[in-house]
């Protein structure tokens, strides 16, 4: 199970690693391809990260329950614990404020938006891949 839960918490921290790069990309574009982008970018992820970021966090909690790995995996399920909070308090709620706006009407303080879900992301990264290391060196 500790390997399968490897697996899954590389693919996860993998995901947000390229989301992270891209988002840094991204904020060179003007608001209307920005939202285009970003309303596309939902589109996609939305329906399958919720379902993938769930059965990942489950395989990792039932991996812990492994004497000889519990305390590091336990770790690693608290950093994914804190990635799937951020998810859910700041960035769906902003995905789905996202998904209100048009090219050409959107609050004057997008930019500010898009910043607040950038930030929060590179968090949610930096412990998507803590986890996937605290996991990884607990095969051996």
């Keep these: 199970m500790l390997t399968l839960s490897v697996f899954l918490e590389g693919v996860l921290a993998g995901v947000f690693l390229c989301s992270a790069m891209v988002e840094q990309a991204e904020r060179a574009l003007p608001a209307p391809e920005w939202i ?9 992820f939305g329906p399958v990260m919720p379902a993938f970021f769930g059965v990942t966090l ?21 950093l994914l614990a804190i990635a799937l909070a951020i998810t859910v ?10 998904q209100t706006w048009s090219a050409r ?16 992301n590179w968090l949610r990264c930096v412990c998507a891949v803590g986890a996937f290391a605290v996991s990884l060196s607990l095969i051996g």
Excluded: C, T
């Excluded at 285009?36 to 996609?44: D, G, I, N, S, V």
């Excluded at 489950?58 to 608290?78: D, E, K, T």
């Design 36 to 44: 285009a982008y970003k309303q596309a970018k939902e589109r996609l």
């Design 58 to 78: 489950v395989v990792a909690i039932i991996a812990g329950l492994v004497p000889h790995v519990r305390m590091g995996q336990g770790a690693s399920v608290l």
């Design 89 to 98: 308090v700041v960035h769906l709620p902003l995905n789905k404020e996202f």
């Design 105 to 120: 009407s959107f609050p004057a303080h997008w930019s500010d938006r898009r910043s607040r879900w950038r930030n929060w």
